[in-house]
């Protein structure tokens, strides 16, 4: 079936480092979603992709739509505490026109 | 904003009680969906609906069933609860084909 693969599984980083996670598909996309769960909470969108090699930022945040179509990455850069959270990648599921696939999730924890 | 609302926050149910899960979405979106959460497993579909009166299986429903009367409101029903459904339960909503998702903030539910 259609897979979402998400990595790192977790990341352990130092306030101000970057951060990057990735997310591979075993099928093309033409949407590429990513979204933050803060503790306790529901998944919030940060970012949306539709086109293949689009470069999207949301402040801090710089998601990219990779050229196979088949990728996407976030990049996090200069990390603060509130930045923890799980970052879920998504897609259309197959056979869907309404339904998305999730990744794993990358749980991140910033250290003081 | 959209807004999705579930009813509690936390809940704490005995096996053998009958659950009910509420969901409301205040922005007319036609499809709403339930997942549960846990660690390690990612976001799990249980059911989804796209229409008043319209359900349909995802991933893991069974022990689960769902309620669509109104456009606004998707219930999640635990018809005999049991330890192995403690979890974190979301609700999402979306817009038409290919809409990204919006979550509710989630139920936290303990059977013991």
């Known amino acids: 079936g259609q897979q979402l693969n998400q990595s790192p599984q977790s990341m352990f980083i130092q306030e101000g480092e970057d951060v990057s996670m990735n997310c591979t598909s075993s099928?093309?996309?033409?949407?590429w979603l990513w979204y933050k769960q803060d503790p306790g909470e529901g998944p919030v969108l940060l970012i949306a992709l539709y086109k293949a090699g689009e470069l999207t930022s949301n402040g801090r945040l710089t998601a990219q739509f990779g050229i196979t179509r088949k990728d996407s990455f976030l990049n996090i850069s200069a990390s603060i505490p509130s930045d923890v959270g799980i970052y879920f990648c998504a897609g259309p599921a197959r056979g869907s026109a309404r339904q998305l696939t999730f990744g794993s999730g990358t749980q991140l924890t910033v250290l003081p | 904003d959209v807004k999705v609302t579930q009813s509690s926050r936390y809940l704490v149910k005995r096996t053998g009680e009958k659950v009910f899960l509420e969901c409301v979405q205040d922005?007319?979106?036609?499809?709403m969906f339930w997942y549960r959460q846990d660690p390690g497993l990612g976001l799990r579909l249980i059911y989804f609906?796209?229409?008043?009166?319209?359900?349909e299986k995802g991933d893991i429903p069974e022990g689960y069933s769902v309620s669509r009367e109104k456009k606004e409101r998707f219930s999640l029903i635990l018809e005999s609860a049991s330890t192995n459904q403690t979890s974190m339960y979301l609700c999402?909503?979306?817009?038409?084909?290919?809409?990204?998702?919006?979550f509710g903030s989630g139920t936290r539910l303990t059977v013991v």
């Open positions: 922005m007319d979106h036609e499809n």
């Open positions: 999402a909503s979306s817009y038409g084909t290919l809409g990204s998702y919006t």
């Open positions: 099928s093309i996309f033409n949407t």
């Open positions: 609906s796209y229409d008043v009166k319209m359900k």
